[in-house]
């Protein structure tokens, strides 16, 4: 395993103290040492807007922390979800006396500590509402939608509901802006490797070389169909004719795509890759209103890539195009 | 090898044509196939800043064209550089009468290529003046500064000679302050694995597991050292032992810190070694002004990170703090 670290045990709260330093005029340091929190929160009289999630996926989650995004964000172990008590925490760290919105993926343990933070929350006088991301369709067949799994069509969930709330949206407002922004995405993965798990040092699964994972999750979760390795212009129908009907997206509609690679592909590769997509969807008679094709939820070393789709009207186009300043996304 | 891409001998005009549809709203393409320029170049009146390089370091080179930053930028395929005609045209395509600063890495074909064009400009009348950029510690000894080659320190030197520009510098202002930028910067890279070029399909060059190699190149030029893998903690002590005292940075100075990863080491590592790095050097009595973490300057798949610091002077901090928005640097 080559790779930087110190005892694997404490990267988590390493990574956590090089990101405050980097990055202080956006995120601060809270109370509770797994939650960070925006500089100037809570915002009196805001929506408090909060995510949180296993480490490992940057800048999921705490770079998605800032100026019209997230006011905090509980950060668990890597690959591992945050604790109740964090994901309380980071609640109270953005109330801003308007009520939280809690928005996060569709992974057993995050639904278990978020659902038993809001039981705390509300012991103590703070209403907090949740929206649980599902954009994953390989994840679960389109009837079993509330099992699929949230991946980087959270950013998008992340971009409005933080947007709806910076703009004066009450707490019914912004969960749903929110609820209309993951129910109008969906995305799907191809993984080229798995990754590797500093305290374990080698690999969790498999993935041959000469083949790829079709609908991996963003923890290695197993997909669809594993297949040979194909070319970007394949991979980019491939990944097209899964997501695009699943909504269904179809001529005449308006989106936002997000290419987002796994975290060790160049990327060189996602911009060819998106170049494929492009295609596929203007084709159809889709207009893409505004593309992103980055590093933007990852999964340690894994090669690859996802694709998230978003359908816009009216009121997700003015979210998505609001300014935004977080490590992992500056919008001007 | 696990790649996304069609014809590899396509890769380069692939990416760039993904590039621009994603990127619309900060570059366009030129009359040159391997040219890309700021949306709004050339600027009347302004003296347009110009790079280029080989493909594979993405965001660099041309993630670092737009406002206050570079005008246009000359591509070549992958670690190999632009040829002199790119490079003459991506000066046409940033000239808006005031001349033009060529502002670019130390290789010898980039060397060839920018002289090449720069005489051809000056046969149409455009003046052209250059800056090499040789932050690269380890790849000559001081007395030799001029056989450094230029890394990371190149986008210091491009926010720096940009923002000149963009305030209103004449052509020497922004060669004078594009050249103190980088006189007054060192890098360092450590290599944890080699890359493959998409045309080869193997790496040409070995890092073995369980070693790393100090000081190597950004196209896997080798190193001073071969030594065994370390910790977080010691490659920081390493490469702030190589870095500091060789400008040297010392006692109350104020500096910015870029530690960029090489492509394929996960993120949340590179924010480990920068809580390290920023020990060793806020130890030594330094104040860091500005710290960039992130993949910056990369090398296709490679794993590993460079450490870059920069001495600020009154003039430098300004530049760097002024806002800019590129692919590979937003800043408000």
Chains 1, 2 share one sequence.
Request: charged letters at 25%; proline letters at 4%; a negative charge.
């Amino acid at each position: 395993m080559q790779r930087i670290l110190n005892n694997p045990d404490n990267i988590v709260d390493e990574m956590l103290e090089g990101f405050v330093k980097t990055h202080g005029d956006i995120v601060k340091k809270t109370s509770h040492p797994r939650v960070l929190a925006a500089v100037n929160a809570p915002v009196e009289g805001k929506v408090g807007v909060v995510t949180g999630g296993g480490s490992g996926h940057k800048p999921a989650f705490i770079g998605y922390v800032g100026k019209n995004m997230c006011d905090s964000a509980a950060v668990g172990e890597i690959c591992s979800s945050p604790t109740a008590a964090a994901f309380l925490d980071a609640f109270k760290a953005a109330d801003g006396g308007k009520g939280v919105a809690c928005l996060y993926g569709n992974y057993s343990g995050d639904n278990m500590n978020v659902k038993m933070a809001v039981k705390m929350a509300k012991k103590e006088g703070l209403t907090v509402k949740t929206v649980v991301a599902n954009d994953d369709v390989a994840s679960a067949p389109k009837d079993q939608r509330e099992k699929r799994r949230g991946v980087a069509g959270e950013i998008l969930m992340w971009k409005c509901g933080g947007a709806k709330a910076s703009l004066g949206g009450d707490l019914d407002e912004v969960i749903a802006a929110a609820q209309k922004a993951i129910d109008s995405t969906r995305s799907v993965g191809i993984g080229l490797t798995p990754c590797t798990l500093p305290a374990v040092g080698h690999p969790n699964f498999e993935i041959k070389d000469g083949t790829m994972e079709v609908g991996i999750g963003h923890h290695g979760e197993p997909g669809i169909e594993v297949c040979e390795l194909e070319t970007a212009d394949k991979m980019a129908k491939r990944m097209t004719d899964i997501v695009l009907p699943d909504y269904p997206f179809e001529s005449g509609d308006e989106v936002v795509v997000l290419v987002s690679g796994l975290g060790a592909t160049p990327v060189m590769e996602l911009y060819v890759l998106y170049n494929e997509i492009e295609k596929l969807i203007v084709e159809k008679g889709i207009r893409i209103h505004k593309a992103y094709v980055g590093n933007y939820f990852t999964s340690l070393d894994m090669m690859g890539a996802t694709l998230t789709v978003m359908k816009l009207d009216d009121e997700l186009k003015e979210l998505i195009d609001l300014d935004c300043n977080t490590m992992g996304l500056t919008q001007v």
